[in-house]
């Protein structure tokens, strides 16, 4: 009897962890859905997987754990924080729809989902639930394998097959199918020749400077920045450092050194001049 009061009671020490811990993921799930940047929201929601494998572990589902924090927080949400830090999403960018009713269908969504959640939890309050013990009787990977390929088995299939029309989906809105016949390097130089564009390579950032950053332009020899060498998207958001004053100081002041150093040589073998050759 102690022994199934023990399994159905909760401790200390993990009512804490379950307070603190929850708290940290609702306040993570909140703000992946307010932060207006999204590698805020990202890592908000990175977060809130590292605490749900974290109660993974506490229950005793190491498998589950250890796959939240290696495929899921350490592989697929690092893979979108890199790619949303390489594309620079900001907040300044469109919020149109492209999609008419998308929100209200994101609603609903959300709402079915709330539904089901609420379901769940009252169905696992109100009966009883066989122990952890029982669940993990030979291993954790043996009971997760029993339950996802024969009580579940239809539901893992069709989530399978729902990924798997996803990727399907995201290659086929993403592929553009060439329609005319692709220009030979010959072609395109004597398209720049008649266009009278810009028909040598472009310089690259940093040329003339003494910086090689994306968005430092290069300058010109009298000291001006070119608009060729950086990217038209940096300077249409404003994020080219402007460095042409600095190096038109640094070389006035290389100027005046050159001409006083000059001078001190002019000067200076005069003065070692024997007397009668200054006369002459």
Not at 132 to 137: F, K, P, R, S
Not at 176 to 185: I, L, S, V, Y
């Amino acid at each position: 009897m102690t022994t199934q009061l023990a399994a159905y009671s909760t401790s200390t020490a993990e009512a804490v962890q379950f307070w603190i811990l929850g708290t940290v993921a609702v306040l993570g799930a909140l703000g992946t859905i307010l932060m207006k940047r999204a590698v805020h929201s990202a890592l908000c929601l990175a977060g809130t997987m590292i605490v749900l494998a974290v109660f993974y572990l506490a229950n005793g589902a190491y498998f589950l754990g250890v796959v939240q924090i290696i495929v899921y927080t350490g592989a697929i949400m690092m893979l979108f924080l890199f790619v949303v830090m390489l594309v620079g999403v900001t907040a300044a960018d469109s919020l149109k729809e492209t999609i008419r009713g998308q929100r209200w269908l994101a609603l609903l969504c959300g709402l079915g989902f709330g539904v089901l959640l609420i379901a769940g939890i009252g169905n696992a309050s109100l009966t009883e639930f066989n122990g952890i013990g029982q669940a993990n009787a030979g291993g954790n990977v043996e009971g997760l394998a029993a339950l996802l390929f024969t009580r579940y088995v239809f539901a893992f299939e069709i989530t399978g097959a729902l990924l798997i029309t996803a990727a399907v989906g995201a290659m086929v809105l993403t592929h553009r199918e060439r329609t005319e016949r692709a220009k030979t390097q010959r072609e395109l130089a004597e398209e720049r020749v008649r266009e009278g564009k810009q028909l040598p390579p472009l310089p690259a950032p940093g040329v003339y400077a003494r910086h090689n950053a994306v968005d430092i332009a290069g300058l010109l020899p009298d000291g001006t920045p070119s608009d060729l060498t950086v990217s038209k998207t940096l300077r249409e958001r404003g994020q080219i450092r402007d460095v042409s004053q600095e190096a038109l100081n640094d070389l006035k002041a290389l100027e005046q050194r050159s001409e006083e150093r000059l001078g001190r040589r002019a000067v200076g073998p005069a003065k070692f001049q024997r007397p009668e050759e200054a006369s002459k």
